[in-house]
């Protein structure tokens, strides 16, 4: 079983410009967890399932901390969602910098690290 949690907008200043840090940027994260108790659909408790918004409120506050790459947020994502959601076994986390201040129309830039990368 695994959990989405998609599209959690944040507002940050990630980059390796310093502009970046200054007037920072619209985030979009998309988590995936797969879970390691497999039936805990069946006993119906939070306790042995991951909490959706206890991972909402880890992205949200990494991604408060500024970085130069948005690879190193999303390693720091995986890293606490490991450390503080004891029911979770993989994860994926998706970050998106929208509108990057980079040559080109560009939409977005994104980076997407699992827990085998970390």
Avoid at 64 to 79: D, N
């Amino acid at each position: 079983m695994k959990v989405h949690v998609n599209n959690i907008k944040v507002y940050a200043y990630h980059g390796c410009l310093d502009e970046e840090g200054v007037i920072g940027s619209d985030y979009r994260v998309d988590a995936a967890v797969d879970v390691k108790n497999k039936l805990s659909h069946q006993n119906d408790d939070l306790n042995q399932a991951v909490d959706y918004s206890l991972v909402t409120q880890i992205v949200v506050e990494e991604m408060a901390i500024r970085s130069k790459l948005i690879e190193t947020v999303a390693a720091k994502i995986i890293k606490r969602i490991h450390n503080e959601c004891a029911h979770s076994k993989h994860v994926s986390i998706t970050v998106t910098k929208i509108n990057p201040p980079i040559d080109g129309d560009v939409e977005t830039v994104s980076v997407t690290l699992s827990s085998t990368d970390v």
